[in-house]
């Protein structure tokens, strides 16, 4: 292989060779795994406050305000979302621009302690209360968006080697929350409403309120940690390269580059939307859970947040049982990302199977009691006197195995999928492209979940459903459409991945780069000639 002395300044200019060349530095200097940790240790914080938060929403939200309707709860978590798509955006940029990781992250816990004594004190008002909860929910997205900066604080403390195992505190951290905020919840669960009177017709401690306190608590540790644990990282940039970063015509021309880039976009598309139905139906069950089975069962507010929260519980054990079979057991080796994302799928397939009102494991809907609220009043839905729901000790068991084993399969899949399919070339773009896609779902989904429910049979999410099963078919078969150097000799050639590596820099800068067919066997001959001063001969 002959390769002709480059010329400096292009390198310098380029993109890719510059990440390349921090990737090098990165692989020089040693990951800071106390910062890690303690990055770890701040997420985990900020998703148990989020997780105990989010237990007792609509139970409390109905009891303190019978006005409020399933509709208006679908708003609430639709405004949350809304918040911490925008602001995750805000605190990224002002990271960014400041060099700085601590400041949005102790503002971000100083809305979030804002929000919890708020919350506190909901009950107040002689009316309206719902209307303030709204707003609470909408700082508690905001400040729940600041934790997205520890994304990059990891990526600059640890170097490429190690990147995924200090990534994986992260996920860790998230799995636990969801285990331990049920935990803190079980914990007042004895307590019912109203409770203890702490201040004479100011505050109270009862069910509710309790992890609340909790959760306000840990903001001052999440603070002390961030002030004493991390360290902010600077580094020397341009100015001048920065503010046109940000500006449109440079993204616009990111856009065109990844236009230009030889792409399975078919396949891409594909994988968008897979995301986007996948991340319905989830939304869909967090959203109706609660008003659900408060409808179908008669449970009363207290009642519904013990067995939602041991239920949560259970999910989150399963969630870090599936985690440590894809990171210890590399699960992900054994089974190919293709048949578990199937595997998954089908099983949230199942769920609608089995979770339908048979006439042999199903009830009449608990009729409304005007004393406390609960059971299908049909003033809000025409169906209640006809409508069945399935038996709890069916329906519960059912959702808990897919939402702590079918959605995280799917999830980890999923993204596994998408990533073999970008190929090798810089993915920052078009992953963002899917977080975006995400994000929209998480906005809209609870206010297309919370729209006047039909009676609880299999709907339209399971048509959705059915429309995922025929994508993944297709998704099965994408190492057959997709292109053969892409999936399958790059991995094996060393010399492939260098031909592609000259095309994709090509591409990037927009330069020509004429390639002949490939033929894999034994031995590679190919030949790439970019007109940038770069001539690689195989």
């Known amino acids: 292989m002959e390769l002709e002395k480059m010329d400096p300044k292009p390198a310098q200019s380029g993109g890719a060779m510059s990440d390349s060349y921090t990737d090098d530095l990165g692989m020089r200097r040693h990951t800071d795994w106390k910062a890690v940790t303690m990055a770890g240790f701040v997420t985990f914080l900020a998703a148990v406050e ?15 305000d019978p006005q409020a309707t399933s509709q208006f709860f679908g708003l609430v978590s639709s405004v949350s979302k809304c918040g911490h798509a925008v602001f995750a955006v805000a605190f990224a940029y002002w990271s960014y621009r400041a060099q700085s990781t601590k400041m949005p992250l102790i503002v971000g816990r100083i809305i979030a302690f804002v929000s919890c004594c708020i919350y506190l004190c909901v009950e107040l008002l002689p009316e309206g209360r719902r209307y303030l909860m709204l707003f609470c929910y909408f700082l508690f997205g905001i400040a729940s968006s600041s934790s997205t900066v520890l994304r990059g604080y990891i990526a600059a403390v640890s170097t490429t080697e190690d990147r ?31 409770g203890y009177v702490m201040v004479e017709g100011f505050l109270k401690f009862h069910i509710y309120s309790a992890p609340i306190w909790i ?47 030889d792409l399975a976009w078919s396949l891409i598309i594909l994988c968008w939307v897979e995301k986007i139905v996948a991340n319905l139906s989830i939304v869909t ?16 507010g207290q009642t519904t947040v013990k067995i939602l929260a041991s239920c949560m519980g259970f999910v989150g054990i399963l969630s870090i049982g599936v985690a440590t079979a894809f990171i210890f057991c590399r699960l992900g080796n054994v089974v190919s990302p293709r048949v578990s994302f199937l595997i998954a799928v089908l099983v949230s397939v199942v769920m609608y199977v089995l979770s339908y009102p048979y006439e042999m494991t199903s009830h009449k809907i608990h009729k409304y009691n005007e004393t406390t609220g609960v059971g299908c009043n049909p003033n809000e839905y025409t169906w209640c006197d006809s409508a069945y729901a399935t038996w709890p000790i069916v329906f519960l068991p059912v959702i808990c195995i897919v939402m702590g084993v079918g959605v995280p399969t799917s999830m980890i899949s999923l993204d596994t999928i998408y990533s073999k399919v970008l190929g090798n ?5 078009m992953q963002g492209a899917i977080v975006v896609a995400e994000d929209l779902i998480l906005i809209l989904g609870p206010l297309y979940a919370a729209r006047q429910p039909e009676p609880p049979r299999c709907g339209s999410a399971s ?43 090509a591409t990037r800068h927009g330069m ?18 970019c007109f940038l001063q770069v001539n690689v001969q195989l």
């Open 463 to 505: 048509c959705l459903r059915a429309f995922g099963v025929h994508g993944i078919a297709s998704i099965s078969e994408w190492r057959v459409g997709a292109p053969p150097a892409m999936t399958r000799a790059a991995d094996r050639y060393p010399a492939v991945r260098l031909l592609e590596r000259c095309h994709q820099y």
């Open 215 to 261: 959760a306000s608590m840990t903001n001052f540790v999440s603070i002390a940690i961030i002030v004493y644990g991390l360290k902010d990282i600077h580094r020397d940039r341009n100015r001048e390269k920065e503010d046109e970063m940000f500006n449109i015509e440079a993204i616009k021309e990111k856009i065109r580059v990844v236009m230009s880039m």
């Open 164 to 194: 995924a195992r200090a990534y994986s505190s992260i996920v860790v951290a998230n799995m636990l929350s969801v285990v331990i905020g049920p935990i803190c919840q079980l914990a007042f669960s004895g307590m019912s409403y109203p």
């Open 50 to 64: 989020n997780t105990v938060v989010g237990m007792s929403e609509w139970p409390y939200m109905k009891t303190i």
């Open 285 to 300: 069950l967090q959203s109706v859970m609660s008003p659900l089975v408060m409808i179908s069962f008669g449970w009363d």
């Open 512 to 529: 020509r780069c004429a390639r002949r067919p490939l033929r894999y066997k034994r031995t590679v001959k190919a030949k790439c000639i």
């Open 425 to 429: 070339i810089d993915q920052s773009m």
